[in-house]
């Protein structure tokens, strides 16, 4: 249920840092963005250095728990060196009050992050406050209001807030990810579409493995996953599966194979890929009024789409001029123009939420690369390499990459995250084998 003015879908209400600063007068303000000029780092150089960072332990019930999902999250971008508990100069250091900066800065830290976790009546209420050390200011601060099973999101979108003030990109902390849950052997693998939370955190099943599932995708503006599902002796058809009520339903009325579902950017709509004998094109269909259109017409395989974010564009693979590669095209009409020109074949294209970037997989040299270009092919940069990375998926905010790593083998695929500089790659921890991630919207998007 979407909430009033100050509150969210998930039941999670908050308040600016205002609010907070005001409860403790002997506090300094809140500083204005121009004046803070320390606690930054510039993600457009490529050098940067991880900032060091300490994150006290947050007081009251679930508090630890809180600044440990806090520290995890910062520590897993690859932005943040968060330092040990060791190291702190203060162990529980008071939240009303003014942080001995010079010891702080002491042990090697720029930013300090100190909260508390408290009861109001039935609610749990939780309070942060992010401090520059070097300069002595308190940079952001805010208290929020939820359900106390809620606790563990706290966490999440706290690490946004500071992710967003330090970084000045959108946050991906409170973020969930749909993926294929894969078990057994190799030659008898059960396919289960599974949840959870960007972290790996929080893990269930949506489907019970009797339906075999690929390529799912989230909804960017709904609970809703689109993915590709085959009974044994049937066709795979496109299916939209409700991730709160667990209605579903099949997407359109063909009689042969429908694969590769992607959600328009304002989720009405979804593109998918048609195959007749041997060849595959691309279709669109309107989710309300089931209005179907054919988007592409031609005798080879075109498959894989995906919106530009401004919903005028589309990038797809295809086969057309011999070779898997990329294409862009105007939804308006015409033909596409080939996007991709370097060593091997190119295929998943996925454009950034950001618009600037469309990331790929990479074939050749015995190996698959996931990377990015330019809309226009320009700029084309590998971003990790192995012997099978597939599956590239956009964070939300734009900045980084999920895929899935398979070595070989009776062995099965792992989830990886990197980010656009390819420097920071770390694994997503997943209960079985995966594969095929697609990152959800933003869970809390009032900021």
Do not use: C
Request: proline share 6%; glycine share 12%; hydrophobic share 35%.
């Amino acid at each position: 249920m979407i909430k009033g003015a100050g509150q969210t879908r998930s039941g999670l209400t908050r308040r600016h840092a205002l609010t907070l600063a005001g409860s403790a007068m002997s506090l300094p303000l809140l500083v204005p963005a121009a004046a803070r000029a320390e606690l930054v780092i510039d993600l457009r150089k490529g050098t940067f250095q991880p900032m060091p960072i300490a994150i006290a332990d947050f007081g009251g019930e679930a508090g630890v728990m809180v600044s440990g999902v806090i520290t995890n999250n910062l520590k897993r971008s690859g932005y943040f060196q968060p330092i040990d508990k060791s190291r702190h100069p203060d162990k529980n250091p008071a939240f009303d009050a003014v942080p001995q900066f010079e010891a702080w800065k002491a042990a090697g830290v720029q930013g300090l992050v100190t909260g508390r976790v408290s009861r109001d009546g039935g609610r749990l209420r939780a309070e942060f406050r992010l401090w520059d050390v070097v300069t002595g200011e308190q940079i952001d601060g805010q208290q929020y209001f939820t359900d106390p099973n809620n606790s563990r999101r706290v966490g999440h979108i706290i690490s946004d807030a500071i992710f967003t003030k330090v970084t000045g990109v959108g946050g991906f902390f409170d973020t969930r990810v749909v993926f294929v849950d894969e078990s057994g052997t190799k030659e008898n693998r059960r396919k289960r579409l599974a949840i959870m939370d960007q972290d790996g955190a929080n893990v269930r099943f949506l489907t019970n493995g009797e339906v075999s599932v690929v390529t799912p995708r989230y909804s960017p503006v709904a609970q809703e996953v689109a993915y590709m599902a085959q009974r044994t002796g049937e066709q795979p058809r496109v299916h939209v599966l409700n991730i709160e009520t667990g209605q579903r339903q099949v997407v359109g009325n063909f009689p042969d194979m429908t694969s590769s579902p992607r959600f328009s950017p304002n989720g009405a709509k979804i593109a998918l890929s048609l195959q007749q004998g041997g060849n595959a094109n691309l279709y669109m269909i309107d989710i309300g009024s089931r209005t179907t259109t054919r988007l592409t017409s031609t005798g080879a395989i075109d498959t894989s789409p995906s919106f530009s974010p401004d919903g005028t564009q589309m990038v797809f693979e295809s086969d057309r001029g011999g070779s898997q590669q990329l294409y862009v095209m105007a939804l308006g009409g015409g033909e596409g123009k080939r996007i991709s020109f370097g060593q091997g074949s190119y295929s998943q294209p996925s454009w950034s939420p950001r618009g600037d970037l469309i990331a790929f997989t990479r074939q050749g040299g015995g190996g698959f690369a996931i990377g990015v270009m330019r809309p226009d092919g320009s700029g084309e940069r590998i971003l990790t390499e192995g012997f099978h990375n597939e599956a590239p998926n956009w964070a939300p905010n734009g900045q980084y990459i999920m895929f899935f790593r398979d070595p070989g083998g009776q062995s099965g695929g792992k989830l990886y995250m990197v980010d656009i500089t390819g420097r920071v790659e770390v694994p997503v921890p997943t209960p079985a084998f995966a594969s095929d991630p697609s990152w959800s919207p933003l869970l809390t998007t009032a900021r």
